[in-house]
């Protein structure tokens, strides 16, 4: 079984600055690509940043200047460094890894999300 568990969201001030972190567990053989996930209310699950193993990275035309992501393959454990946050960061923010697992199965796998809330 493969958990991936997210951490770091809160409530802060616009302008401020979070770090999300997401740590994928279990019976886990490869990890290739990982990525950030959004969804606000009344809206659906958006794409904000993904990382290949390698280290490429590719961002949502919104975020990039102020969004970092990257990974420790050592820990399995993947990051998203938020600045300059914006009332329309808000929402719950989703891990995605795509992994083969212990069962040589590749597929992706989901957290259960962190909650990131920016007002004043």
């Known amino acids: 079984q493969v958990q991936l568990v997210e951490s770091g969201g809160g409530l802060v001030q616009p302008g401020r600055s979070l770090r999300l972190s997401c740590a994928a567990s279990g019976s886990i053989f490869r990890l290739y690509d990982m990525g950030w996930y959004r969804q606000a209310p009344g809206k659906q699950r958006e794409f904000v940043a993904s990382i290949s193993s390698g280290g490429s990275t590719h961002y949502e035309d919104s975020v990039k200047g102020r969004f970092t992501i990257s990974r420790d393959n050592a820990k399995n454990t993947l990051y998203l460094r938020m600045r300059s946050l914006k009332p329309e960061d808000t929402a719950v923010y989703y891990c995605?890894?795509?992994?083969?697992?212990?069962?040589?199965?590749?597929?992706?796998?989901w957290g259960q999300g962190t909650q990131v809330a920016v007002s004043s």
């Open positions: 995605n890894a795509n992994l083969v697992d212990g069962q040589d199965r590749r597929t992706d796998y």
